[in-house]
C-alpha cells in the first residue's frame, strides 16, 4: 500500500507516487443510462454532445445542496465521490494519500472531502495547499512568490511569503471567468466565426461538429507551421473537409482582455517585494500568455510533476502522525525539514545505542571515518561524535528526499546519487 497523492485541479486531477504521475483526470462527469457515470477525458470528449447531461463544476462548487434535474445523483458531492473512486481504481489507490488542494478550498469544502474520502478505500494521511507545495519544488531566490493554477472556471493566486526558513500562505485571490473554459468558449467562438467568414461553415451548428471543433483546439493551438504567423484549423463534416487560417495576433489579441484580468491581481499581489510568478502547467496551453506578464515579473512555468514531487519531498511535515488531520499552510525549507528531522533521529538512535559504524557500498561495508564516496555525493565529515554528509551545491537523495548541503547521517539512512541510482546504507558493525 503505497504512499500517493492526488492533486485537485479541475483541469487535471493528477495522482502521482514516487516515481511520477500515474494519472491525469479532468474535472468532467456525463450522467448516462442506469444511473452511470462516465468520467474524467472520456466525459470531456462527449460534454458538447450531451451538454443537459454533463458536469463540470462539481470541485468548483463541491457541496452537498441538491440537485433536482439528474436521477440517481443527490448534489455535486456525489459526483466527486465517483471521480475519487475513478482515480483509485485507475491510479490503484488502496492506502495513505495525501492531497494538494488549491488556496479556494473552504473549510466546508475540505470537511467534505474528508468525509467522502472516508466511505473510499483509501485514507487522508495529509492535506497541504498546492501553492505552497508548488513553490516548495523551486530553488527560492525571491522574497515572495505567486503561484498561479489555471482550473475549469477561474484562475486561483496564491501569494507565499518566505519568511527566514519558512514558506507561508499568505494571501489567495480567485479571479473568476478566466479558467480554461472560458478561454476555450472564446477560441470556439473565433474559430466558428472564421469557419463561417472563410468556408461557411458553422461548425457549432450542430452538438457533433461543435464536440469536434472543441476536441481539435488543443491540437491546433500547439501547431508549428514554420513562421509562426496563423494556425490552420481543419474540421470534417459529412465527408467535407473545411479549412480555415487563424492569425496568431488575432488570436492572442482576442485572449488579451483575460490576460488583463489575470495580470492586474497578479500585480496586486506582487506589489511588495522580490517576487516571481510560477504557473501551473495548464498555462502552456495558452498562446502569448507567458509574453504577456513577463515584462513587469519573472515567470516559470511549472512541469506537471512539480506539486507531486514536492509533496513527497515534504511528506514528514505535511503527515501529522494522528487522526486529526489539517490543512498545512506553512513549511520548512527542504533542507531544514531534513536536518530537523535528522538530529531528532540521531539523539533518539544514539540514546538507544544504536549508532552507524560502516558504510554499506555493494556488499562491502567501510567504515565511517574512512569512507570513499563517489564524487558527486561529496565527502562524510565527523563532528565530535556525530558524522555528516557535506555535498556542497551538489543535490542528492537521503532518505528518498532530495537535498543538498550539509547534513547528520546515522543508522539506517539511505544516500543516493539519483533517483533508481544504487543505495548506500549506512549500518552498524558489532566489535569494531
Known sequence: MNLKVIELNDNALRVGDESGILVESPGFALAVENKKLILGEAAKQQARIHPTNSYNRYWHELSIDPLIQTAGIRHFADIAYAHLLHLAEAGEIDGDVIFAVPGNF??????????????????????????????????????????????????????????????????????????????????????????????????????????????????????????????????????????????????I???????????????????????????SPEFAELPGFHSYLSENIKITLLPVDAISKSVFQNRASIIRGDEHVELVTKLAKIADTVKAIDKRALKVAAKAGKVATHVLIGSTAIPL?????????????????????????????????????????????????????EAIRLIQVSNV
Open 106 to 251: 473552504t473549510r466546508a469544502h475540505l470537511a467534505i472531502l474528508l468525509g467522502l474520502v472516508n466511505q473510499s478505500p483509501f485514507r487522508t494521511a495529509g492535506l497541504v495547499d498546492s501553492a505552497l507545495a508548488a513553490v516548495s519544488s523551486t530553488k527560492l531566490e525571491f522574497d515572495s512568490y505567486v503561484y498561479a493554477e489555471l482550473q475549469l472556471h477561474q484562475v486561483v493566486l496564491t501569494k507565499i511569503a518566505v519568511d527566514d526558513d519558512m514558506l507561508k500562505r499568505e494571501s489567495v485571490i480567485q479571479v473568476p471567468g478566466v479558467g480554461s473554459q472560458n478561454f476555450m468558449d472564446l477560441m470556439m467562438q473565433l474559430a466558428t466565426d472564421l469557419f463561417i467568414q472563410q468556408c461557411r461553415f458553422n461548425p457549432q451548428h450542430d452538438a457533433e461538429s461543435e464536440q469536434q471543433l472543441y476536441n481539435a483546439l488543443p491540437s491546433w493551438l500547439q501547431q508549428d507551421d514554420g513562421n509562426q504567423n496563423s494556425l490552420l484549423l481543419e474540421l470534417t463534416a459529412n465527408t467535407a473537409v473545411h479549412t480555415a487560417k487563424m492569425p496568431r495576433e488575432s488570436l
Open 253 to 279: 489579441s482576442n485572449l488579451s482582455g483575460h490576460y488583463k484580468s489575470i495580470g492586474q491581481q497578479v500585480a496586486e499581489l506582487a506589489a511588495v517585494g522580490n517576487s516571481e510568478l510560477l504557473l
Open 369 to 421: 571515518a574512512s569512507a570513499d564516496l563517489p564524487k558527486q555525493l561529496g565527502r562524510i565529515e565527523k563532528h565530535d561524535k556525530s558524522f555528516y554528509l557535506d555535498s556542497g551545491k551538489q543535490e542528492f537523495l537521503l532518505n528518498q528526499l532530495k537535498v543538498a548541503g550539509k547534513h547528520a547521517i546515522g543508522l539506517d539512512d539511505l544516500i543516493q546519487c539519483s533517483e533508481g541510482s
